[in-house]
């Protein structure tokens, strides 16, 4: 039995040399980022007119209402929409000359961020225990195998050399979320 489990041990050790490495493979998964959900300034200046002009003859006109028009403040909006920025002009006209001149930007775009994520194989380790009981004053030792698979099970083998015992072990990854 010692003879076969040094037999085991040697072709482990010959198994796992250099040249019968697993490559692992690249998976590359897509990460979702939303873009900016408001508007923000980008530009508030006041602009100059750049042609003025006046009218040769005057009609009858209703001088109150003139003065009236001339005083009121107006604002003027203007939306441009493309493909992943939304644009909100905005102007704001008093007295015959305008008095604000707002751009206001919206990103609405996705931004997607890869990340690098090796995908795994099986796995096998080996190792030694050992270990004393004082009970019943009974040590142990002995080989251990171990299996982890890719999906994150586990299956273990343990050889007790000096009661000539055998046990066969197995678990599961633990998943817990965190609470944001």
Known sequence: MIALGLLLIFWM???????????????????????????????????????????????????????????A?????????????????EDSISENKMEGHKVLIENSRDLHLSTYTPKTSDKIFMGGFA?????????QAGISLMLIT??????????????GMHSLGFGYKLQIKKHK
């Open 13 to 71: 050790q010959r198994s796992c040399g250099g040249k019968y490495l697993i490559k692992t493979e690249a998976v590359h998964d897509t990460i979702l980022i939303n873009g900016d959900t408001q508007l923000f300034t980008v530009q508030d200046t006041i602009l100059q007119p750049y042609k003025v002009y006046f009218r040769d003859s005057i009609p009858d006109v209703d001088t109150a209402r003139i003065i009236k028009d001339y005083f």
């Open 73 to 89: 403040g107006r604002i003027y909006r203007d939306t441009i929409k493309a493909r992943d920025v939304t644009a909100v002009i």
């Open 131 to 139: 270990g004393y009981s004082p009970g019943n004053l009974h040590g």
């Open 150 to 163: 890719k999906n994150d099970v586990f299956y273990q083998y343990q050889y007790d050399i000096i009661s």
